[in-house]
Antibody
């Protein structure tokens, strides 16, 4: 049973960088069909996809955040991480990590089937 | 970016009633569509993938249909634990996008 555990500071000062890590347990991050995603949810709002990384290091970011986002992977630790630069109050949100399953050979999409518990990040001085 | 529009925004129903939720895409997403349920204070949970396939452990009262631009999530008979917010999500084009959500509330 794969589980995801997000971790990181709950409070970040404006203009600083937000840094979160997601640890994968019960399975390998280096699996062919999985893309490791970050999603956020502003208070009382819907879901916003930030980006994902493949175990090889390939990434895709949401263009709305691309200039400030870096997602990285550490296969030796079975972890992937999010860095968001130059945060403002508008980046206050719950940040989720999730496993997105897509079979590139068959083109079959299995959805985001495993989610972390969510990390609440507040941007405030 | 593919915009997903969910309707209605809120659905007020009683336990035992049938719920029909709509998700419309501005351009075709083929069958690359998933549905999620989210309860307060919890992470979303995958219900349906590939437009019509139930995820592991999801009760049979949940069903999905559609392809292209029009999709439907149906809950055949609402149980008390089904009152929540439901989101659709597409993976046809980058960036991945979610609909704005439909809240199913107790009438």
């Amino acid at each position: 049973q794969v589980q995801l555990q997000g971790s990181g500071p709950g409070l970040v000062k404006p203009s600083q960088a937000l840094s979160l890590t997601c640890t994968v347990s019960g399975g390998s991050i280096s699996s062919d069909d999985y893309y490791w995603s970050w999603i956020r949810q502003h208070p009382g709002k819907g879901l916003e996809w930030i980006g994902y990384i493949y175990y090889s290091g390939s990434t895709y970011y949401n263009p709305s955040l691309k200039s400030r986002v870096t997602i990285s992977v550490d296969t030796s630790k079975n972890q992937f991480s999010l860095q968001l630069a130059s945060v403002t109050a508008a980046d206050t949100a719950v940040y989720y990590c999730a496993r997105d399953r897509y079979d590139i050979l068959t083109g079959y999409y299995y959805g985001m089937d495993v989610w972390g518990q969510g990390t609440t990040v507040t941007v405030s001085s | 970016e593919i915009v997903l529009t969910q309707s209605p925004a809120t659905l007020s129903l009683s336990p035992g009633e049938r719920a029909t939720l709509s998700c419309r895409a501005r351009q075709s997403v083929s069958r690359y569509l998933a549905w999620y349920q989210q309860k307060p204070g919890q992470a979303p949970r995958l219900l349906i993938y590939d437009a019509s396939n139930r995820a592991a452990g999801i009760p049979a009262r949940f069903s999905g249909s559609g392809s292209g631009t029009d999709f439907t999530l149906t809950i055949s008979s609402l149980e008390p634990e089904d009152f929540a917010v439901y989101y659709c999500q597409q993976r046809s084009n980058w960036p991945l996008t979610f609909g704005g959500g439909t809240k199913v509330e107790i009438k």
